[in-house]
């Protein structure tokens, strides 16, 4: 019974897919690996990261990531290169660049545009009347009822 619950609360947990060949030896390397395997898509999956890919190209990756980070590159420096080689594709998060600025400026433009719209329409409709004018068969009709 206690077996089953636990493994029930593991269930959930993502399955790291980092191959015990893959860690290297020093700690703090292996950390800034993994960070750096977060932040990098697989081009198989798409919707994960390398970390939490199976795929082999995932495992290319993070093999090449371990590579440039013993080789002495800063983790700019290994981002680069794998973007250089793959396209700013392979980040799950999009730098702010000249070639991004229609994808981080876009959710602000059609607020914009939008809120703009909605003064243009409020402006153009304030001062008209809602309604029609009452016909004289209706204003007796009324009349009648309202008992004058």
């Known amino acids: 019974m206690l077996v089953g619950l636990f493994l029930a609360l593991l269930a959930p947990l993502p399955a790291l897919a980092v191959n015990p060949d893959e860690v290297l030896a020093n700690p703090a390397l292996e950390a800034r690996a993994r960070t750096l395997s977060e932040e990098l898509r697989c081009m198989v999956c798409q919707n994960q990261s390398i970390d939490d890919s199976n795929a082999e190209l995932a495992r290319d990756l993070r093999i090449l990531v371990r590579e440039r980070i013993t080789a002495g590159d800063s983790d700019r420096q290994v981002l680069d290169y794998i973007v250089s080689r793959y ?62």
């Open 87 to 148: 396209g700013e594709f392979v980040l799950l998060k999009p730098r702010v660049s000249e070639k991004t600025w229609v994808l981080w400026g876009m959710p602000g433009g059609l607020l914009l545009v939008g809120a703009a719209a909605l003064i243009f329409l409020a402006r153009r409709r304030s001062g008209k009347p809602t309604g029609t004018l009452l016909s004289d068969e209706e204003r007796q009709r009324l009349d009648e009822i309202l008992g004058k």
